[in-house]
């Protein structure tokens, strides 16, 4: 019997979940604000099915009601992933170590 | 482009996000982690448009709301002051919340472009995965909306409670269940939107119960439900980068809901349920009101402060509500001037959110080697002469430690106590968050400097 598509997603998501929990425990806590800023910039990858919603439609027709969920969706993930990224960026810039001719 | 490569290349893009949390574990590293996200979405957008291959007038439209929603949120990334972090991050997770509850919409509307089936038969695990992806995303939604208008102030801090609210919840939870079941079984849209609405619903009722100080919690907690939403979507769009992301994002914000909920010695449930020390403050803040404190002025201060050695400094949320962590920098650098050696002590829930005082210290210049996380710091107090606490009160509140009565006993605290004096700046003896009473501000080596974070600060400067 063939193994369904799906049980290849699970192990991906339960691995991923297990890679998660050990990389994020070595985040050291003062990075603990900009983890959360690049996790939020990452989590909108959902862009990707904002994309294809937003190009469901045909030719005649570009805007139909799935197609504007879609267009819309993706601004709001691009908000995140532009504001994410930066914002994060701005704060690790911000990170200095002591100078040492002081 | 061939589904095969372009599933690679959604793999390629999520093991590049893995990398960008890798970075953070220092510093050093963490510029270079951003990196390798920027790149991991570059990727998963380019291979996105590559695969549908689709470059009509649609193409177009995608363009523009991508720049819209670019230009929006480069505009608050670069606008946003540092203190305001908090309400930044939970408003994103609100934006997370939503698009995914958008995209799940959308594709149970036109499930054919998603390959997931026709109008009325869509396939049953993809409607399951839909649903979960949709339902989580509104609790997000809604949940963050409050946190942000909580944070923003715009909302009281303060927990809102009613009676019937546990068993109220409880029964929208399980109508949730009960309308997936139905939804699954008859694939009727009526039943989506209910699923919607109800998932709303108990987002807002999640949130509102709990207080400004939990916030912490809250928002690592709606940090976790944001990527299981997006999990929820990469499983019905069948998308390996989403499926990682969303395993990643969730597993990030339950481990900093964790290490919060261990900085105050509350169980999880013990903060969702919320209304914490509402009963308590009558009793306490009455019988200790007669207790002589000792209060002083900068120059005071500025005195002790000189003829120490060594200077630990403990800044709370107050620090951040008077933006006074420039001012304490200039007082700093005073200090190092004249030899003396001060060190910066966090605790894990100091602020509203996780590294809010990092954060905040880095920007007004602090390097980030002369700051230390409880563990590292708190034997140190002992040795220390004068302790610096801007800001912060419960945390340092030695109650936790010899009061078994009292609601924040266990919790782990900083040994402010320890020092040879102890500086207290705070507006009033009023209690804090916890409504409980600090020993401290009675104690013979403590002096009170009531006044704001800031002038207090720079009036000390002044004097040094």
């Not at chain 2, 900085?263 to 009455?286: D, P, W």
């Amino acid at each position: 019997m063939e193994i369904d598509p799906f049980i290849f997603r699970l192990s991906i998501f339960i691995l991923s979940i297990f890679i998660g929990y050990y990389v994020v425990w070595s985040v050291t806590p003062s990075l603990h604000t900009p983890l959360m800023s690049v996790t939020n910039a990452i989590s909108s990858v959902i862009i990707v099915g904002a994309i294809i919603a937003g190009l469901a439609g045909n030719s005649e027709s570009i805007f139909n009601t799935s197609s504007i969920f879609g267009f819309l969706a993706i601004s709001l993930a691009a908000i995140n992933i532009f504001g994410g990224f930066l914002v994060t960026q701005r704060m690790l810039q911000m990170y200095k170590k002591k100078k040492k001719n002081k | 482009m061939s589904a095969n490569i372009s599933a690679i290349f959604y793999l390629i893009s999520g093991v590049l996000f893995i990398l960008a949390l890798r970075g953070l574990s220092s510093p050093e590293t963490a510029r270079q982690g951003n990196f390798f996200g920027i790149l991991g979405m570059v990727i998963a957008i380019t291979v996105t448009f590559l695969s549908i291959g689709n470059f009509s007038t649609g193409f177009i439209y995608v363009l523009i709301f991508l720049l819209i929603g670019g230009l929006i949120g480069a505009f608050i990334a670069y606008k946003i002051p540092m203190t305001a972090m908090p309400e930044l991050v939970a408003g994103f997770h609100s934006l997370v919340g939503l698009a995914a509850v958008f995209v799940a919409i959308s594709a149970f509307l036109n499930p054919e472009a998603f390959n997931l089936g026709s109008i009325g038969n869509i396939k049953i695990g993809s409607l399951i995965e839909m649903s979960i992806g949709a339902s989580v995303g509104a609790i997000t939604f809604s949940g963050s909306i409050i946190a942000f208008l909580k944070l923003q102030g715009i909302m009281s801090g303060a927990p809102i409670t009613f009676k019937g609210q546990h068993p109220l919840n409880a029964l929208i939870l399980i109508s949730i269940v009960v309308v997936t079941y139905l939804l699954c079984s008859t694939q009727s849209s009526n039943l989506f939107w209910i699923l919607l609405a109800i998932s709303f619903l108990i987002g807002f009722l999640l949130i509102i119960p709990i207080g400004g100080a939990d916030m912490p919690v809250v928002i690592s907690m709606l940090n976790s439900y944001s990527g299981w939403a997006a999990a929820g979507i990469g499983f019905t769009l069948e998308n390996t980068a989403l499926i990682i992301t969303g395993a990643l994002v969730g597993s990030s914000g339950a481990i900093l809901s964790y290490i919060m909920c261990k900085g105050m010695n509350r169980s999880f449930f013990n903060v969702i349920l919320g209304g914490f020390g509402a009963t308590e403050q009558s009793t306490t803040s009455q019988n200790k009101e007669q207790k002589p404190v000792k209060s002083g002025n900068a120059e005071d201060a500025a005195f002790l402060m000189k003829n120490a050695s060594s200077i630990i400094i403990v800044p709370g949320y107050g620090m951040a509500v008077a933006q006074a962590q420039h001012a304490l920098r200039e007082m700093v650098d005073t200090l190092k001037k004249n030899d003396i050696k001060v060190t910066y002590a966090i605790h894990p829930v100091a602020g509203r959110m996780p590294g809010h005082m990092n954060v905040l210290l880095a920007e007004a210049n602090v390097p980030y080697d002369e700051v230390f996380e409880l563990e590292e710091i708190n034997n140190d107090f002992a040795n220390a002469d004068v302790a610096f606490v801007i800001g912060a009160n419960d945390v340092t509140n030695p109650a936790a430690k010899t009061d078994p009565q009292s609601p924040i006993y266990g919790m782990p605290i900083l040994d402010v106590e320890k020092c040879k004096s102890v500086l207290f700046i705070k507006r009033s003896l009023s209690p804090g968050y916890a409504g409980i009473d600090n020993d401290l501000f009675y104690k013979e080596n403590t002096l009170m400097l009531f006044s704001d974070a800031k002038k207090m600060t720079e009036e000390i400067t002044k004097n040094l």
